[in-house]
């Protein structure tokens, strides 16, 4: 058995004889200091340029709803927010090391910039997961030399390649 920590969860999974390993996520929550990796900075200043996206997912959901979930669709990502002087928040800012960035704001208005369009990552996790928090445990785990992913539910549910 191997239990090691993977996004912002813990998962255990047991070796087969057949060099595979699976199994699940354990419930409670694993939040580490994320490594420093050379990627590039969020482009926050070229998405002022950007065109206007509405979207319906509300900004807040990346920071708690969405936040274990969009670790596993979005590896490694980087994540910010801003509020305003009561403390209320404003928005949330997304991006991952090849310089790809994503800014929503409670207002429902999104710009994003780069190779990956973060935010549709952030909408697509909203569908599957569209009224609360999705537990932790229902997440698996796959690894095998074709690589590992991340599942909901069962295996050939909901998937996600990782690194």
Not at 78 to 85: I, K, L
Not at 111 to 126: F, H, K, N, Y
Not at 137 to 146: A, E, M, W
């Amino acid at each position: 058995m191997v239990v090691a920590p993977v996004g912002f969860g813990v998962a255990r999974v047991v070796v087969s004889d057949d060099g595979e390993a699976a199994g699940r996520f354990l419930s409670t929550p694993a939040f580490f200091m994320p490594r420093r990796t050379p990627g590039m900075k969020p482009d926050f200043a070229g998405l002022e340029v950007r065109s206007v996206e509405k979207t319906a997912v509300p900004a807040r959901d990346v920071l708690d709803r969405l936040k274990f979930p969009l670790s596993l669709a979005l590896p490694g990502y980087h994540s910010c927010s801003w509020r305003d002087d009561k403390g209320n928040l404003t928005g949330v800012g997304l991006w991952v090391d090849d310089g790809s960035t994503a800014t929503a704001h409670v207002g429902g208005s999104v710009r994003q910039i780069g190779a990956r369009r973060l935010w549709d990552t952030v909408e697509e996790l909203a569908s599957i997961f569209p009224e609360s928090t999705p537990a932790r445990d229902d997440f698996g785990l796959t690894i095998n030399p074709d690589g590992q992913r991340a599942w909901y539910r069962a295996p050939d549910g909901p998937t996600w390649n990782l690194p």
